[in-house]
């Protein structure tokens, strides 16, 4: 599986960014998908997880009421719609994908992961 992220950018406090991030493959609708993000100089971090159907979704604390995790089976798409950005958001965000299991904050559980990209938000 390969996973291509986009949908970063620069943004100010209190706006909103939409994260998409493509899997090839046909097996992306029995994978748990999740997005974690890492900040300079910081450890990498849970954001958000998702089940294989959608129904069922985890978030940080941190994030949480703020942005929404989703996916599309159909179109082999994650999505992380982000709204009220803080600028403690600002960071380099990676989405994963899990071959079963359930949903999961733990990285070392997901097997795949994009290449990330770069959300920044300025105060």
């Known amino acids: 599986v390969q996973l291509q992220a986009s949908g970063g950018g620069l943004v100010q406090a209190g706006g909103s960014l939409r994260l998409s991030c493509v899997a090839s493959g046909r097996a992306f609708s029995t994978y748990v998908m999740g997005w974690f993000r890492q900040a300079p100089r910081k450890e990498r971090e849970f954001v958000a997880s998702?089940?294989?159907?959608?129904?069922?979704?985890i978030y940080a604390d941190s994030v949480k009421g703020r942005f929404t995790i989703s996916r599309d089976n159909a179109k082999n798409t994650v999505y992380l719609q982000m709204n009220g950005l803080k600028s403690e958001d600002t960071a380099v965000y990676y989405c994963?994908?899990?071959?079963?299991?359930?949903?999961?904050?733990?990285?070392?559980?997901?097997?795949?992961w994009g290449q990330g990209t770069q959300v920044t938000v300025s105060s």
């Open positions: 998702i089940s294989w159907s959608g129904s069922v979704t």
């Open positions: 994963a994908a899990r071959n079963g299991g359930t949903e999961s904050k733990s990285g070392s559980l997901y097997t795949y």
